[in-house]
């Protein structure tokens, strides 16, 4: 269920949604000293006594969030009202520039307090004339800690604030075009347009494309609200200096508004058709699996609003749209886009819904990166409400039997699948314990398990697809799998079908292998399959493959399941037959193949599953469940604090501390602090009824932390998986550029102190309506100081292969640099860089023109020290960025989302440059549709040479560098 995530940075530009009227304002006071917003943001990072991460907007390139889990001003105290309202406006009035605006534009516009702390919020006004939707919000706990600046400002006003019409000329533009365009009614229809009047009017600064995300001009409208009182409440914008409409949007909409859209299991978007949306009668003609997709969605929704207070997953009540049958995923599975929850028949069960849902909330809150340890949690929040909602819902009718009796420690499901393992018994090289994921259909493997020689089954290519070893037609060399275990691929027909046609060549079981890194069960159903069956990662069939080219391999497959119960709880997707069973468990998720604490075999260790945010997710998964249960593991005892107070923890950790890098320690602080904060305050009860009232629970009493303590310790959450041998990207041990007893001579340098003025820009947009990043200088680098270059790669598309799709690449070119002639050689090209990328799919590398000629991409041959770290994946294989398919630095250190700067080397003359030639360097950066971490920052490029020094010369001789 890999969510691909749109970070959608204006979000909190719709909190002025509904702040439209007039509110009293302060001033915050006299505008600061100008500065650069990058000279700003190191200001504010310096001041902050903890790590300060900052999102940017979209639209502006303005900081969006600033956030810290200490203090960002901690020299000004906070201990009332007051207070936090004159910190949080000294911090604002300092920092203007970063977020895009002058001082003297933003008004302090209210002061909320609630049971963790104040809310402080700025308006901005130009000229006195406020800007519609831009609206800052600094927020502070009851220790005084300015934890967080966040919202939207519009940048670089320059217009005038004179209408050339007046208020009643701009009302009745307004109320002719709602009467000549009529908002349509939840059946389709126009409604009434009877007794339409402009119940406001009010002059605002509209900026075009805010609300979107996209950049746009400011113009100055006349902000008209037209309402009949009954059904119609429209804002309608009208340009104060021409009366034409410049915007209008609906404010009459329910709490709940879902959406169904039918796609038929089509992947071409222009198909798909709604057939469902809030107000409609239910269930009316959808389906069983329409059905759960409405009733899981409502769950979802009113699980957070009832439980804490959060009106969808932006906080403002955004629609909750769903497609069914979508063609775009590659089924069995579901997911979020960042826009929509998308599901494949079969795969619409209430824990899996309220999952995908999850996903949406935990990217509008801490947005915890898809990839490693964050990924993880990542994925784990959606597992916790997903559960959750299925535990509270009281839906014990489908045969699930009593979800509220607690499970013996230690123990599987009954009801999950077999958990097999296929053991490689030879060769020794080879010898492994893979894990695996069972069948729907035939027999299930047991403890003794069946034994024999694994051979590749061989089939002919088909409409299905080119491939010779899925078995999805019938097998070609029968003579050869007789008698063994086959193995085949994942293909794209149904398992049963390949299971069948092995055992029809004389199979005695099947492996087959996944097309990614993650163990699934297989759904499907044959009565007349006899052999076992069980799926295991693609990485576990490469080693099979490759050991197979030596000689046979033998192998076991045989259940590895341990003791059992009859119990439903903690299964996650139990009920979504499409998976053939659950595909987690988080009361034991080593019966399923997920490890339950940091230091278990089972913690997944390679980059693929970005890092294993499905597997690893085991770990957090097993802390929920422990906490909220308890039990003995690990030699930890925990006393359960129920789901009340565990879920409120959870959230509490994921609105407040969480950021987008946090690890399983990061997390297990959260807990901590979580904890803290919650003593004796007012949390409510866990419930998913429609419109419920929230109910107050048992608040966390100061005891209940030391059983958050012991659900750390007991799942390791602060150890780190010492058992992957992690490694960097870049190798630290840079040597010389030339070498010993040579001098280096610098031809030409650019630290990126000057911008961008040598370089030329240029992209490529693969989809219409897509979007690029083009390259620019920053000082807010990583763990650098001073400008940079840099190529984004963040999470800010969407995968439609259209409109917003960031399958793009963007490049910078050097001019023409001359290599001198005798006795100058080997020329040089060093660079400084980090990246944090998409592994294997996002990515960067170097290209060389040589005498005006094409760019070629330098050589593997030519780098000295640190090249490219691997090849990104093939279109073939999904990747929709330009790059695909070429070597390139891509992904992170290992185990982690971020990766330390690192030298590398380039020795020109192997790429083919010799002294007197002239060249141009190109530096690219490619990315697919969506998906993302933060990109390629490059520094101190330097292009040199080198000749023997002197006899006897020891060591290389240095050169400067342009800073």
Not at 740 to 760: C, E, I, M, P, Y
Not at 849 to 871: D, I, K
Request: aromatic residues 8%.
């Amino acid at each position: 269920m890999r969510p691909i995530r749109l970070v959608l940075s204006l979000a909190l530009a719709g909190a002025a949604l509904s702040a439209v009227p007039a509110l009293q304002s302060t001033a915050v006071g006299q505008p600061a000293a100008a500065s650069s917003p990058d000279t700003t943001i190191g200001r504010m990072k310096a001041e902050a006594d903890g790590a300060v991460r900052l999102t940017r907007q979209r639209a502006t390139g303005a900081v969006g969030m600033v956030r810290t889990s200490g203090d960002l001003m901690p020299d000004r105290t906070a201990d009332s009202r007051a207070s936090a309202g004159r910190k949080a406006a000294t911090y604002v009035r300092t920092y203007a520039a970063a977020f895009g605006a002058a001082a003297d534009q933003l008004r302090r516009s209210g002061v909320k307090s609630d049971r963790y702390g104040w809310t402080v919020s700025f308006t901005q006004h130009y000229r006195g004339v406020p800007v519609f939707g831009a609206r800052l919000m600094a927020n502070l706990d009851r220790d005084g800690r300015l934890t967080s600046v966040n919202g939207f400002v519009a940048p670089n006003l320059r217009l005038g604030t004179t209408p050339a019409i007046g208020k009643q000329v701009a009302a009745g533009h307004a109320v002719a075009l709602v009467r000549q365009q009529p908002p349509t009614s939840d059946t389709g229809k126009a409604g009434s347009v009877k007794g339409l009047q402009a119940a406001h009017t009010r002059l605002v600064v509209y900026r075009m494309g805010a609300v979107k995300g996209e950049a746009g001009r400011a113009v100055l409208t006349y902000m008209v609200e037209v309402t009949n009182r009954a059904n119609v409440r429209d804002m309608v914008f009208v340009d104060a200096r021409t009366g034409k409409p410049v915007n209008r949007y609906s404010m009459a909409a329910d709490a709940l508004e879902r959406h169904l859209i039918e796609a038929n299991g089509s992947r071409d978007p222009s198909t798909f058709h709604e057939v469902w949306k809030e107000g409609d009668p239910f269930p009316g003609t959808l389906n069983a699996d329409q059905q759960r997709e409405v009733t899981g969605t409502g769950m979802a929704y009113w699980f957070f609003k009832d439980t804490f207070g959060r009106d969808s997953y932006d906080g403002l009540g955004h629609s909750m749209t769903t497609v069914n049958n979508d063609g775009r995923i590659n089924c069995p599975n579901a997911n979020w886009n960042g826009v929509t929850t998308n599901y494949c028949n079969g795969v619409t069960s209430d824990d899996v819904v309220a999952h995908e849902w999850g996903h949406a909330y935990t990217e509008y809150t801490s947005g915890l990166i898809y990839q490693w340890q964050p990924g993880a949690l990542n994925e784990s929040y959606s597992d916790v409400w997903g559960e959750t909602v299925d535990l509270a819902n009281g839906q014990q009718d489908e045969g699930e039997g009593d979800l509220t009796a607690k499970r013996a420690d230690n123990a599987c499901s009954t009801h999950s699948p077999a958990l097999p393992v296929v053991v490689i018994n030879s060769p020794a090289s080879a010898a492994k314990v893979c894990q695996a994921g069972a069948a729907a259909f035939g027999p299930q493997v047991d403890a003794t398990g069946v034994t024999g020689d694994i051979v590749q089954a061989l089939d002919a290519a088909d409409a299905t697809g080119p491939s010779t070893t899925d078995a999805c037609t019938v097998i070609t060399n029968p003579a050869t799998v007789a008698g063994k275990v086959a193995l085949v691929d994942r293909g794209s027909c149904g398992f049963a079908i390949k299971v069948k046609n092995a055992q029809n060549a004389g199979a005695i079981g099947v492996v087959v292998g996944n097309n990614v890194d993650v163990v699934a069960g297989m759904a499907g159903a044959d009565p007349t399959i006899t052999i076992p069956a069980v799926l295991i990662r693609l990485s576990d069939r490469n080693r099979i493959v490759t050991a197979l080219g030596t000689g046979p391999v033998n192998v076991t497959l045989k259940d590895n399941g341990g003791t059992r119960t009859d119990s439903y709880r903690w299964l996650v997707a139990e009920k979504s037959t499409a998976f053939g069973g659950a595909i987690r468990d988080m009361w034991q998720p080593t019966c399923l193949g997920d490890p339950g604490k940091v230091s278990d075999a089972e913690y997944f260790c390679d980059t693929s599953d970005a890092g294993g945010v499905h597997s690893n997710s085991g770990v957090p998964n097993h802390a929920y469940a422990l906490l909220v249960d308890g039990g003995s593991y690990n030699g930890v005892n925990v006393t359960g604090l129920g789901l009340d107070k565990a879920a409120n923890l959870w959230f509490y950790n994921q609105t407040h501390y969480l950021t987008p890098t946090s690890g399983f320690p990061e997390f297990a602080d959260g807990l901590v602090a979580s904890c803290s904060a919650l003593v004796d305050q007012p949390i409510n009860e866990v419930q998913v009824a429609e419109n419920g009232t929230p109910q107050p629970a048992t608040p966390i009493a100061a005891g209940d932390c030391q059983q958050v303590a012991n659900v750390i310790a007991a799942t390791e959450l602060r150890r780190e998986p010492t058992q992957c041998n992690f490694q960097p990207l870049f190798r630290q041990d840079t040597p010389g550029t030339c070498g010993a007893g040579t001098k280096r001579n610098v031809v030409w340098s650019d630290g990126f102190g000057s911008g961008l003025g040598q370089w030329t820009a240029g992209q490529e947009i693969k989809f219409p309506g897509g979007i690029g990043f083009p390259w620019r200088t920053t000082t807010d680098a990583p763990d650098h100081q001073g400008a940079v270059a840099y190529g984004q790669a963040t999470d800010d598309g969407v995968c439609s292969n259209g409109a917003g799709d960031a399958s793009s690449r963007d490049w910078i070119t050097s001019p023409s640099i001359l290599i001198p002639g005798a006795p100058q050689k080997s020329p040089r090209l060093t660079f400084d860089h980090t990246i944090a990328s998409e592994f294997n799919v996002d990515g960067g590398n170097v290209s060389i023109s040589v005498n005006g000629g094409a760019f070629t991409l330098v050589p593997t041959a030519a780098y000295a020290f640190n090249g490219p770290n691997s090849t990104l994946l093939t279109a073939a294989a999904g990747n929709t960025n330009p790059k695909a398919g070429q070597r390139a630095w891509t992904g992170t250190d290992g185990g982690k989302v971020t990766t330390k700067w690192g030298q590398t080397i380039v020795d020109l003359s192997a790429a083919g440059v010799a002294p007197g030639d002239t060249i141009q360097v190109r530096f690219d950066m490619g990315r697919d549709g969506c998906g993302g971490l933060f990109g390629w920052y490059v520094d101190n490029v330097v292009v040199s040479t080198c000749k023997p020094h002197q006899a006897g010369a020891a060591r290389e001789e240095s050169s400067s560098r342009e800073g």
